[in-house]
Structure formats: structure tokens, C-alpha cells
């Protein structure tokens, strides 16, 4: 016969309808863990990880910290680190000694924040007759009847909660990366704009300086993925206007010269081959006019060594050169490149030439005043045949 344990709660506190259905879940599958047909759920956790996990998914089921501060309380009044969910899990402290465990927390506000996890389904009370909380013990000791707070509903949910917080925390990390990517391109633009009017150049400015003051202004913490998202690529778009406004603006000899503080060692295609190389990967026909898609004449590793930044931003890890060419994806954005200026590039070197070129800016990018301008005109010296990468790279390790 299966013990049962009160259901409905002391004095004048609801009895709800959903709270009697989590209760009866609860029993059938504590049943079903105690006979061995969990499958992969164990109904066990350690209690501290998963109210940490529970702390991060906290919005995700209506709790507040002070919520998780009175759980924490209560999980501290059991004595083992593991919650074991196959049987009852109770608690029974006083009311004055949980509210020093809850840092000084009054009466009412207990009250409220117990009710609140009772709500979510994480707690059930187990009152006795009188609603006090204790528990009566046998001759030797043990314990056979408790009458407090019940902890097992939060073991039993331990699988779900981690997973809950695992996506919170990569929720997070997407919002931060957009945020980041958002002050870079509102800081770029300014830059930009700043220095064409302080230099004097021609160009629709005050228009851009328009564009840029709707989309400036504080980047929220917590705000919508998809506002953020529409955000940055307003500001995506407004930066290569910005960025081709300015490249149009200057002089050959301008050009020149921003050229020179990265490309010192620009060769044609004429170049022999094994000299570029130099120790990278032999065995590779000089460039063509038209694009190898297929290599570049440089193994991965050796690429990753001249370019490590641009792991940071694969997913994954970088195990192929399709992962190279993803994460230059992402870069380009962040850069500022526009899609058509990666268009271009990828038609005129090749898909891993291009990856490679923007890994290459990444790791210069505080030199580079203007991302897509300086691709553009690498790409049109592929589109000429007298473009290679290997010089570049190989001012990358000098």
C-alpha cells in the first residue's frame, strides 16, 4: 500500500485544482523511479547546482530572487548535498529560524515567496492536523513521520530546469553578442562621421548624422533579441553607407597610403610561389586569374596560427574551412563589411580566400579605418590576378 501524505493545505489557504494534478504526477513518478522505469531521469540532483540553475531560468517560471532565497533557505534544512525525488524530501523548520536562514525575511514575506514556490510547482506543503511543522521520531532516533515542506517536486525536476537554464544562458550570450556588435558599429560610425567632418570631406553627412542619432542612444541589458537584432542591421547597413561615403571621399594617393599599413608586402601573381609560402604548404600551382575554390596553399593549423581571433567567433570550434567561412560571416558583419562587399570578394578569390582575407583584417582591424573599403579594393586586385594571400598572412607573423 502506497503511504499518503496530506494533500490539501492547513487553515484557510486555496486548495487549486492544478496543485492536486502535480501532486498526483509527483506520486506517479516517484513510483515509477523507486520500481527502476525512470529511463533516463534519475529524480536526483545536488541541491546547490540546481537552485543556481534554477536561479538563471528563475524569470522563465515567475520567481524571484527572493523566492530562490526562502528555497535555498528550506534546501539548507535538509542535511544531504543530494536531492533524491524518488520519496518525500521534508523539511520543517520554525517559522523564526527560516527567516533567519532568508536573511531576516518578515513573517509575510515568507509567506508570500513560500506560496510562490508552491505555485510553481517546486514545493508542497505537507501539513499536519494543526499545521505545525515536526516530525516524530522512533525509539532510536529515526524519523517516521515529517510534517513541513516538501523538496521532492524540485528533484523530480532537476532535468528540466538545467535545461531551462542552458537556455537562458545561451539566450544571454546571443543578446550580449548583438550588444557588442551594436556599440561597435554606433562607436565606427561616429568615428567615421567625426573624421570626414573634421578633415572636410564631401558627402551627405548631415543626413547620415540624422540616421545615426535614431539608432544611438542606451543599449538595454535585457532587451528583445529580435529588437537588437533589427537594430544592428539598421546600423549594418547605415555603417557601409557611411564607410563607402567616406572611401569616396578620398584620394588615390589616400588610398595608397591606408593600403601600406597593412599590405606592406602586396606581390603579382608573377611571385614565385615558393617563396610565399614560405614552409607553409607546398605542392600548389602560382594564382590564376581565375579563383581556386578548392585551396589556398595553406593548411588549417598553420592558418589558425596567423589568424586565432577568428575561432572566437565559430561555432563549434574550427575543424574545417567551412567553419572559417561562417565565422568570417559573422566577422564581416561585425566589421562592417556590407553582403555586397563579401559578395564580391567571395566571387573574385574564392569562398576560403575571402574567409581568409577577412580573418586577416580582424586581426588588423585597429589599423584598418575602413573594413569594406579595404576589401573592396583587395577584391578588385583578385579580379586583376594580383592578389594572393600568403604575403598577407605572412605580414601577419612578422
Not at 527567516?99 to 508570500?112: D, E, F, K, N, V
Not at 511543522?133 to 525509539?139: G, K, M, N, Q, V
Request: proline share 3%; charged share 30%.
Amino acid at each position: 500500500m502506497v503511504e499518503r501524505l496530506a494533500t490539501t493545505p492547513f487553515g484557510g489557504a486555496p486548495f487549486s485544482a492544478r496543485n492536486f494534478s502535480l501532486r498526483a504526477e509527483v506520486e506517479r513518478r516517484q513510483e515509477r523511479l523507486r520500481a527502476g522505469d525512470g529511463g533516463n531521469q534519475t529524480g536526483t540532483a545536488e541541491k546547490w547546482q540546481l537552485i543556481r540553475a534554477l536561479t538563471e531560468a528563475r524569470e522563465a517560471y515567475g520567481l524571484t530572487d527572493r523566492s530562490i532565497s526562502v528555497l535555498e533557505a528550506l534546501a539548507s534544512f535538509h542535511q544531504d548535498r543530494e536531492l533524491d525525488g524518488k520519496a518525500p524530501i521534508i523539511v520543517f523548520p520554525s517559522n523564526a529560524e527560516l527567516s533567519i536562514r532568508s536573511r531576516g525575511m518578515s513573517p509575510a514575506t515568507l509567506r508570500r515567496h513560500l506560496a510562490a514556490l508552491v505555485k510553481a510547482g517546486f514545493i508542497f506543503r505537507r501539513d499536519s492536523a494543526n499545521g505545525k511543522r515536526f516530525c516524530r521520531r522512533d525509539e532510536r532516533g529515526v524519523i517516521e513521520n515529517a510534517f513541513g515542506f516538501d523538496l521532492a517536486p524540485l528533484a523530480l525536476r532537476a532535468q528540466e530546469i538545467f535545461s531551462r537554464a542552458d537556455e537562458v544562458r545561451e539566450q544571454a550570450k546571443r543578446v550580449n553578442r548583438v550588444r557588442s556588435e551594436i556599440t561597435l558599429h554606433l562607436r565606427d560610425v561616429a568615428k567615421t562621421i567625426e573624421a570626414a567632418l573634421g578633415e572636410g570631406r564631401s558627402g551627405d553627412w548631415t543626413s547620415l548624422i540624422e540616421r545615426l542619432q535614431a539608432l544611438s542612444g542606451r543599449v538595454t541589458r535585457n532587451g528583445d533579441l529580435d529588437t537588437l537584432k533589427s537594430r544592428c542591421d539598421d546600423l549594418v547597413r547605415l555603417r557601409a553607407e557611411v564607410e563607402d561615403a567616406y572611401l569616396n571621399s578620398l584620394s588615390e594617393e589616400e588610398m595608397s597610403a591606408n593600403e601600406s599599413v597593412f599590405e606592406r608586402h602586396i606581390q603579382t601573381s608573377n611571385t614565385d610561389q615558393k617563396s610565399e609560402l614560405n614552409g607553409i604548404e607546398q605542392n600548389t600551382q602560382p594564382a590564376a586569374s581565375a579563383p581556386d575554390r578548392k585551396s589556398v596553399g595553406i593548411g588549417l593549423r598553420e592558418f589558425l596560427k596567423a589568424c586565432p581571433q577568428i575561432a572566437e567567433y565559430a561555432r563549434g570550434g574550427v575543424e574545417s574551412w567551412k567553419d572559417v567561412i561562417g565565422a568570417a560571416e559573422i566577422v564581416r558583419s561585425m566589421l562592417g563589411i556590407s553582403p555586397s562587399a563579401w559578395a564580391s570578394a567571395r566571387q573574385a578569390m574564392g569562398d576560403t580566400a575571402a574567409a581568409i582575407v577577412i580573418a586577416a583584417i580582424l586581426e588588423r582591424a585597429e589599423a584598418i579605418r575602413s573594413p569594406g573599403g579595404y576589401l573592396r579594393d583587395l577584391t578588385r586586385k583578385a579580379e586583376k590576378g594580383r592578389f594572393s594571400v600568403h604575403p598577407m598572412l605572412n605580414a601577419l607573423k612578422s
